[in-house]
C-alpha cells in the first residue's frame, strides 16, 4: 500500500496523502513520505509541488488510538518519523504549496507552515494545532517549524489553548494565505506553484529565507 498519490500535470506534482477516512498519521505513513521526499530533494519537479489530502480532510493528525498503544521503542520511531517526515517538507528546494481541502489538526497544521504557500478550501472544517488537548507535545521539529513560521501571539494561543480555527480565521493567524472554491483549489495551487517557481531567484531566495530553521532542523536530527 503507497500513502502517497501522485501525479505530474504540467511540471508540477501532486502530492495526495491518502490513509483512511480522516487521513491520519503512523510511522508506516511518515516513514513513506520521509523517502519520497528525499528523493523529490535530489530531483525537484521543474513548476514545484502541491500537497493535499484525498477525500473530506487534509489531514487529522497523528492516530490518537495508535499512539496511545505504542511501546517505548514504538515512540522513539514515531517521533523519529515525525521529524524526518517534517524535515523532509521543510527542506524541499522547490516551490511547496499546500492545498488543504479539509480538516487539517495537529500535524496537518505543522505541514501547513512547513509550505511556502497556503490555499485553503472554503468550507466548515477546523484548523488547528491540539496537541496539548490530545497529550501528545510537539516533537523537536514540529516545535522548529512551529518557532519560525508562526507569529508568537497565534503560537501562543494555538499551541496552549487547542483551539481550531475556520479557514478564513486562519488566514488572520498567518496559517493560511487565502481561501478559494473547494472546485479550484488543486488548478488554483498548481497555477501558484507554477507562479512561485519561474522565478528566476526563487530557489535562491527560498534557500536564504529557510538557512536558520534548516540548520537548526539538522542539528535536530543528527543530536
Known sequence: MT?????????????TLTNGERNTLNADLLEEGATLLKG??????????????AGEHFTCGMDTKVA??????????????????????HRLPCALVAAVNGNAIGA?????L???????????????????????????????????????????????SSMLLKPNEAIGA???EATVMPNSLIEQSVAKAKELSVQPGFTA???QLRAKANAEIDAILQS
Open 108 to 112: 496537518g497544521g505543522i505541514m501547513m
Open 205 to 207: 531566495c527560498k534557500q
Open 174 to 176: 498567518g496559517m493560511v
Open 68 to 89: 496511545a498503544a505504542l511501546d517505548e521503542q514504538g515512540q522513539e520511531r514515531a517521533i523519529a518519523a515525525v521529524n524526518r517526515f517534517c524535515a523532509g517538507l
Open 114 to 160: 512547513c509550505a511556502d504557500w497556503i490555499y485553503a478550501a472554503s468550507g466548515h472544517y477546523k484548523i488547528g494545532l491540539p496537541e496539548a488537548k490530545a497529550g501528545l507535545p510537539f516533537p523537536p521539529v514540529p516545535q522548529a517549524v512551529l518557532d519560525h513560521w508562526l507569529e508568537p501571539g497565534w503560537r501562543r494561543r494555538l499551541a496552549l
Open 40 to 53: 523529490l530533494a535530489n530531483s525537484p519537479p521543474k513548476h514545484g509541488i502541491v500537497l493535499t489530502g
Open 3 to 15: 500513502y502517497f498519490l501522485t501525479e505530474n500535470r504540467d511540471d508540477t506534482l501532486i502530492i
